[in-house]
Every structure is written in C-alpha cells, then in structure tokens.
C-alpha cells in the first residue's frame, strides 16, 4: 500500500488550550494517519514537503446554504424580509437542475478552495436539486452532510411541500446516499418554526429517529422571528420547545444561532444533547445580535462554527473566526479548537476527524503564512494573525482522507 509522509509545521488541537505539534505526518494510501512525529519516520514513502507551511485538520463549517450562494453581500436587518426579498427567490431557481448543477459544482469547489473539509449544507427545497447536491458533494471528494429544506406556510406556494411528500422526499435521497462512502450524510431540514407547521415537523423527526439520520434547523436568531414563532405557536411557552415537542432536538440535531435563549431553554437544549453552530459573521451582517458563549458553555452546550452563507458573507472559515472572535473575546487556541475538533463533535465524528491521532482520517489544510507571519514564530501568534487577519488566500492545499482535492490536478 503505498504511503505519504507529510513534512510541515503539523499543529492539531486537543483541548480549547492544548496545541500539539508534529514535524511529520504519515497517511496510508485509504486516508488513515499511520504515525505523527517530530523524528524522520521509520516507514518508507512518498515525502511531501511542505517544509514552509502550516498544516491545521481541515475546517469544518457546520451552517451553510448552498443555494444562497450567490446572494451574499444582500443588505437588510430584518431576517424575515431578508428571506422573502432575496432568499426564496433564489432558492426557487434550483427547480432548474442544470441551474442546480452548475452552483453545486462551484459551491463545493469554492468550499474546498477555502480549506473547508466538512461541510452541513441545507440544500434548497427541491429534491432533485437535494439528489444533484448529494452527487455533486460526490465528485468533489468533500465530506458533507446535506438536507433538503422543508416548508409547509409562510413562502411561496413553490417552496412548499405536504408533510407526506416530505417524508417520501427523505426517504427516497437518505436511502440513496446516507453514510455513502462514509463520507455523506442526510440531514432532516425544517428550515424553522415559522415555516412548518407542528405535523411537519413531528413527521420530519420521526424519519429522522427512524432512519438514524441528522437533523438541523434555525433557532432564536432575531427577535422579530421569536415573535412570530410566539404567534403561531401560542400554547407552548418558548421557542426551543416547539422543536422539542415536535422531537426535533436530539442528540443529533444542530440548531443554527440559538441567540436569545433563556436558561431554561438552554438546559433544555443540552439535557437533548442537543448542538449549537455558532454564526458569528451571519449575525453580525444581519444584526441578529451577539450569542454569549459564556453562557452556552456554562449549561455545557456543546458549540461549533458555521459560515451561514449567504447571511453569512464569507466562505472562508478563518473570516468567520474573527467575527467569532469579535463576538466574544477568546484564544485562538480556543477559536481554532471549535472550529475543528468543536465541528467532528457537532457530528458526532471526533473519532474519525477534527485533529491529528493516529488511526483518524487525513483531513487537513495547508496554509501559507508569509507575509502575515513566518512559519517558525510563536505558535499563539501565528495562530492570532491567522484568527484575525487570514482569508482564503492563506490556504494552499486542501486534502480529504489523504486525497488532494483543492488545487485540482
Ligand atoms: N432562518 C430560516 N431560514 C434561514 C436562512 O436561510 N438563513 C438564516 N440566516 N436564517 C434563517
Ligand atoms: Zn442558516
């Protein structure tokens, strides 16, 4: 079987402040990491040097909406306008698929030129636009885990769907392509409260259970969306417990956001074991408001990172960080940890990916650091120019399972 040997400045994160760092990595030809160390391995194989640079496990974007991805930089402070003016008009576009194909090739091909090697991507409400995702996600070799978005009111009438043809529509994708390759997973999507009704969601939740599969939606981002939630669902106190009720918080649903929670709502999220992806730069160009990690992390909610495009502007992951680190004030060892070790956890795949151990999946980024900082500096501040200052244009290779996928050869 043949080998690699990676030689860089390997950094991978263990805890919100421990760093460990390797000169070597060695990765068997099926993508498991065979040895890391600081000595010139023992095995023999292929040496790829990447002496100069740093190499991070890959980024993991655990919030993002691949149909929205050519409607970022869309000014508006109201969330349920946004949606309306700009959102549902373009997501209404994927009922083409040859439209639908050509954005999910490039939404994945740019996810991988940004470093990010997981992505949790709700599709548009379309099931073949969901289907072509799933093959597009394929191809590009990225890890991803995908969800067709269900509405039942409050959108146009074409974005709809019955809460049967729901049930169906899962089924028939989650069937084809749910822990494919190991690699792809299917996400039950009820985009949130405001538009599913309680059935929807109840069906939605019951497949999910049923088939073993993820689950995400949208929770408490604006004040203005609480109130409507409020509205529609008169007879339950909060909105974290419409989903509960509707058993949409388990140990495998992600909630975007989670903004303005009380602590009842918060300790009911974490007895769910329920995940939050934290989206920083969405809630500051929507001027959703700040989430208070402090708080989260008191009740022991487990956080992770999302770009949230297109309410989130960026792509690039190490954008978001600094919004991550302008919402609340953190190491970079810490913002660096979520990112990935904080998003294999959200998944439920700390075995397998989010840093670097012998007998996980080769995962990783490798960044060029110069001119913002030389690669034998202090790994802290490295780690904050990359926090602060960094972009995509840091990014130089891209590998999933060992394989390079991003430059493409
Ligand atoms: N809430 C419901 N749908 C959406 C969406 O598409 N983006 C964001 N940011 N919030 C939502
Ligand atoms: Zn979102």
Do not use: H, Q
């Given at each position: 079987m043949r080998i690699r040997i990676y030689k860089g400045r390997i950094l991978s994160f263990e805890s919100p402040s421990t760093v460990n760092e390797y000169r070597y990595m060695v990765v068997r030809e099926d993508g498991r990491i065979l040895e890391l160390s600081n000595e010139i391995p023992v095995r023999k194989g292929e040496v790829v040097d990447y002496s100069d640079y740093l190499i991070l496990p890959g980024f993991i974007d655990t919030h993002i909406h691949l149909p929205q991805f050519y409607q970022r930089a869309k000014i508006n402070n109201s969330l349920l306008d946004w949606l309306e003016k700009y959102i549902f008009p373009a997501e209404m576009k994927f009922s083409d698929s040859e439209f639908a194909r050509k954005a999910s090739k490039e939404f994945f091909a740019e996810l991988l030129r940004n470093g990010t090697t997981t992505a949790v991507v709700y599709s548009s409400p379309h099931k073949e636009a969901t289907e072509i995702a799933f093959q597009e996600a394929e191809k590009s070799g990225i890890r991803a885990v995908i969800g067709q978005v269900l509405m039942d009111r409050n959108g146009p009438e074409e974005l709809l769907i019955t809460p049967e043809k729901a049930t169906k529509d899962i089924r028939e994708v989650a069937s084809r392509w749910h822990g494919s390759d190991d690699r792809l997973f299917y996400a039950v999507t009820p985009r949130f409260a405001v538009s599913c009704t309680m059935e929807l969601m109840k069906r939605a939740a019951q497949t999910a259970k049923e088939l073993d599969l993820y689950i995400q939606t949208h929770l408490s981002e604006q004040v203005g969306e609480i109130e409507v939630v409020k509205q529609l669902f008169p007879d339950i106190p909060t909105y974290t417990e419409v989903y509960d009720r509707a058993g949409l918080l388990s140990e495998k649903t992600i909630v975007a956001h989670a903004i303005h929670l009380s602590d009842y709502e918060r300790e009911l999220l974490a007895k769910r074991g329920t995940k939050i992806a934290h989206c920083p730069s969405s809630n500051f160009f929507l001027h959703s408001g700040v989430m208070n990690l402090r708080k989260q992390e008191k009740f022991e909610l487990k956080i992770s990172l999302g770009s949230d495009v297109a309410a989130g502007p960026f792509l690039s992951m190490l954008e978001v960080l600094r919004d991550a680190y302008y919402a609340n004030a953190m190491t970079p060892r810490k913002a660096?940890?979520?990112?990935?070790?904080?998003?294999?956890?959200?998944?439920?795949?700390?075995?397998?990916?989010?840093?670097?151990?012998?007998?996980?999946?080769?995962?990783?980024?490798?960044?060029?650091?110069?001119?913002?900082?030389?690669?034998?500096?202090?790994?802290?501040?490295?780690?904050?120019?990359?926090?602060i200052l960094g972009d995509e244009r840091n990014v130089i290779a891209t590998y999933v399972r060992g394989h390079a996928l991003w430059p493409q050869r």
């Open positions: 660096f940890y979520l990112l990935t070790m904080g998003g294999a956890k959200a998944l439920g795949m700390e075995d397998r990916i989010g840093n670097f151990e012998v007998g996980k999946e080769a995962d990783f980024v490798v960044l060029e650091l110069e001119p913002l900082a030389s690669i034998n500096d202090d790994i802290d501040e490295i780690l904050s120019k990359l926090m």
